[in-house]
């Protein structure tokens, strides 16, 4: 059963620090790791998708990585704005015939000015 | 903007009745899945449809069932609600074939 952990819980930091959330799975079998962001109240916005084939994706001042062996994700902010505040969650999917995810608890951040 | 909308927005219901909340999804999409997100929680998945058939199921209990349309609209129905079903309920579909799924606003459901 995949297990998914995000680490911190929480985080708050001035604007314009760079950031590092981190997501760790139990099941090394994980097929795509998928971030997520999250406002208060809202739906889910997909930020970055990492399939199976790939080490990392970028967009923007978002970078993701996957390491498979280590069961490890992260996800890096650069010069972080008050309006990167929200709720970070990973996702891990398994290689199953259906693509149920599963999520961490989320981090939620908070960048103030 | 995902091109998922949900309906509706907000709902309160007592203890005891059933619900239905509603999905939309983009047109091609044949996969939709369920989640659960209590408050300050993970979403947990509850079911997947693809065209028209459950396709997976999370450890929820039978009186959470769904309908997929060929519209790529969908349905979750919850009968004898409970207080711990209070909860924000999203909807996410795909495309056919593809793994990145695309998240609805939610349906927050109030049992009292």
């Known amino acids: 059963k995949q297990e998914v952990t995000q680490i911190p819980a929480a985080l708050s930091v001035p604007e314009g620090e760079n950031l590092v959330l981190n997501c760790s799975f139990t099941d090394s079998a994980i097929y795509n790791l998928q971030w997520f962001r999250q406002d208060p109240g809202k739906g889910l916005t997909s930020l970055l998708l990492?399939?199976?084939?790939?080490r990392e994706q970028t967009s923007g001042r978002l970078n993701a990585s996957l390491d498979k062996s280590s069961g490890r994700s992260t996800l890096y902010i650069a010069a972080s704005q008050p309006g990167d505040s929200a709720t970070y969650l990973c996702?891990?999917?398994?290689?199953?015939?259906?693509?149920?995810?599963?999520f961490g608890q989320g981090t939620i951040l908070t960048v103030h000015p | 903007e995902t091109g998922v909308t949900q309906s509706p927005t907000h709902l309160i219901k007592t203890r005891g009745q059933q619900v239905t909340l509603r999905c939309s999804s983009q047109?091609?999409?044949?996969?939709v899945s369920w989640y659960q997100q209590a408050l300050g929680q993970g979403p947990q998945f509850i079911f997947q449809y693809y065209r028209e058939e459950e396709n997976g199921r999370g450890n929820f209990p039978p009186r959470f069932s769904g309908l997929q349309f060929p519209n790529y609209s969908s349905e979750l129905n919850v009968n004898a609600l409970e207080l711990d079903d209070s909860a924000l309920y999203l909807c996410a579909s795909s495309f056919d074939g593809s793994y990145e799924q695309y998240f609805g606003p939610g349906t927050r459901l109030t049992v009292t």
């Open positions: 047109s091609g999409h044949n996969t």
């Open positions: 996702a891990g999917q398994g290689g199953t015939s259906y693509g149920k995810l599963t």
């Open positions: 990492i399939q199976s084939s790939q």
